[in-house]
């Protein structure tokens, strides 16, 4: 044996020891810890709000001392409040604290289920070597070798032996009509193999939901401090964060997987053979822990692909919002902000005592500016602005834009005072506007004529009336519109009416 070999092994060992699950199994106080993790953290309920956590593991903590464990020369109990140890474990890596639709829980990280998984087998029957743990083995090996061998001729010799022994099975049951049984003895055994292959699986869904939440954090941590352009960034972390399966070997593992265990029909027939199982008299002889183990295992696997793509979402949104909100300069920014508060505090707390009261902040400090006024007062202009000179607007020369303006109100109203009434005392628009001088019978001043009626009072003749209308280059327009007649309704009230 070689001193590098010594040395090299010795080095693997701590390394290995290092790793949070043996800590936990290590650990002075590890019986409690499992115990604990074991009776709070349950395969129905393996998320804990943090308050219940704290409760139940006091209440246990209490129970346990009363017991007389934690004494001089009995079991050790550990000191402090299940708060505290609950924080204690989360910094250990074999808790979890995140928030679940808006409530602070607690779960088991995938250390801590490689922890109870092991102490679970140490602790509890002794797995034995058995024809089914056997057979597992080497149908493994088997399908291993065939699925590793290229040669198509060994392959084909392969299914055609398989096919042989299955036909003949086949012929030997349509011959006797009776199917050979199986000892108790042996389907205990592959009832327990069963169980030790279940599980391993929560262990392996806790690092698969683990490994996708490291990628999560590399991927934030290294978007928040890149400084590569932002198309760059945009396209490498969208296509990480849209194939992140494809990014871990757990995930990719469990994609694999997933196609045998991900679908309803596969579960279902889960679901079917165990209550088969469970049916048969040789379930009888299990312990009810592992008949109830052997009724749970394809909730739990429902349970651990639920959650497996609950975090692969979870991942994906959380990438997604942190590139659309991504600004390096900002977040540069809080951390420096975070940097300096934390020296402010790591200068001030050696320094500080119990209870010492600290000044609040009664406002914000100051900005640092170049320069300020030199003078306060003044606020006001020391003199009003120079008016505005005096406009008039003079004598609208008539000419050919006054020509193209707008209605003649002045003109127009006159004209219409000036023409006879009928008997019934109106007068008629479509009369008083024919016989108007061609300077007031543009079509602009028949809508002038129309508006001056209407505020006068007008009512209906329920005739339709053709005046000619005479632009000011000369050019004629006939219009029709219905006919109507000024009433002086309005007159002596105070001025017109405009609606």
Known sequence: M???????????????????????????????????????????????PVADAHAEIDAALGRLRSAGYGEEGNAPLPVGSARDLCRGWVRSGWLKRHVHEGIEVYQVSAHGVGALEVAGRVGGARTRVSESRVRTLLDAVEELAHDADPD??????????????????????????????????????????????????????????????????????DLRQDVRPTGEVLREYLA?????????????????????IGRAEHIDQLAANLRMILGHPFAGQLPAAQRRELHEIARRIEQGVREVLHAQQQASHVIT??????????????????????????????????????????????????????????????????????WEMGVVPDDDSRAWGGPQYADLEQHLTSRPREDDGTVDVGAAFRSAPERLRRPVDLLGLLELAHRHGMVETGEV???????????????????????????????????
């Not at 990480?240 to 045998?260: C, V, W, Y």
């Open 2 to 48: 070689s001193t590098a070999t010594v040395e090299g092994a010795y080095e693997g060992a701590l390394r290995a020891f290092k790793n949070p699950m043996l800590d936990l199994l290590h650990g002075t106080y590890a019986p409690f810890v499992v115990t604990m993790l074991a009776l709070v953290f349950t395969a129905q309920r393996p998320q804990v």
């Open 152 to 221: 198509v001729l060994a392959r084909i010799a392969r299914l055609d032996a398989e096919i042989k022994e299955r036909t003949a099975e086949i012929k030997r049951l349509d011959d006797t009509g009776a199917v050979e049984p199986v000892s108790d003895d042996q389907l205990l055994e592959e009832a327990e193999n069963v169980l030790h292959l279940a599980r391993e699986l929560p262990a392996d869904f806790a690092r698969v939901v683990e490994s996708i939440k490291q990628v999560q954090r590399d991927v934030v941590t």
């Open 240 to 260: 990480r964060g849209k194939d992140i399966m494809e990014s871990t070997r757990e995930g990719r593992a469990f994609a694999g997987a997933l196609a045998l």
């Open 321 to 390: 919002t942190q590139i659309r909100n991504h600004d390096p300069l900002r977040d540069r920014e809080v951390d420096g902000l975070l940097r300096d508060v934390m020296s402010g505090f790591q200068q001030w707390m050696p320094t500080s005592r119990h209870k010492q009261p600290v000044a609040p902040m009664r406002r914000l400090p100051a900005a640092d500016v170049g320069h300020l006024r030199q003078k306060v007062d003044g606020l006001r202009p020391p003199a009003p602005p120079t008016p505005l000179e005096a």
């Open 465 to 499: 009336v053709t005046v000619e209308a005479v632009r000011p280059d000369g050019t004629r327009r006939r219009f029709a519109f219905g006919g109507v007649a000024m009433t002086d309704e309005h007159e002596g009230k105070g001025g017109t009416t405009d609606e």
